[in-house]
């Protein structure tokens, strides 16, 4: 599966390891949040880096305390129609304060990737090669936001404020 990143498909240095796979000697990989929660002081251990595939139902209370050595979580979404995950990454930037990789995984449509940027989110697991070109197609569709988020972009409003402010100053 195609990974975006920065508006480009890259190459995906995480292996998607299965719950009874053996996990490699070191490289980065992605395990379940069942895998993980079973030992995740072995896995953080491990040579490599390692992330974790975390479901929108599952609560984040058990993912915070590692959170600061993992270098990938990917949020699932599991239809297009279940936006949980958007949640879970507003919480896990804007409160957590986590700084590694969001990646977004599952039934993600090209016309969500502004909302997903917005939300926290820097990677995505595509379906195909030509979602990287709708990326960066989209990612130019919206210049102006009504909703606050943690990507630091100015609202409507702040810039309504912000140039009646300086029509003001400068009368």
Avoid: C
């Avoid at 990974?3 to 980065?28: C, M, N, S, Y």
């Avoid at 990646?103 to 195909?128: P, S, Y």
């Amino acid at each position: 599966m195609p990974l975006v990143k920065q508006g480009r498909i890259t190459t995906d240095l995480f292996v998607h390891v299965a719950d009874g796979a053996e996990l490699p000697g070191d490289g980065a990989v992605l395990v379940s949040a069942e895998r993980f929660l079973a030992d995740p002081e072995a896995l953080l251990r491990r040579p490599g880096k390692t992330g974790v595939i975390w479901p929108n139902n599952r609560n984040l209370d058990d993912l915070v305390p590692h959170l600061d050595r993992l270098a990938s979580v990917a949020l699932v979404f599991p239809t297009f129609r279940d936006g949980r995950a958007y949640s879970q990454a507003r919480l896990l930037r804007e409160r957590y304060g986590y700084d590694g990789e969001l990646r977004a995984t599952g039934q993600i449509l090209r016309d969500q990737f502004v909302f997903m940027t917005r939300a926290g989110f820097d990677a995505f697991e595509v379906k195909k090669d030509a979602d990287a070109d709708a990326f960066a197609a989209t990612m130019k569709r919206y210049s102006v936001f009504y909703q606050p988020t943690g990507d630091g972009r100015v609202t409507a409003l702040n810039r309504r404020m912000q140039l009646r402010h300086s029509e003001s100053a400068g009368q």
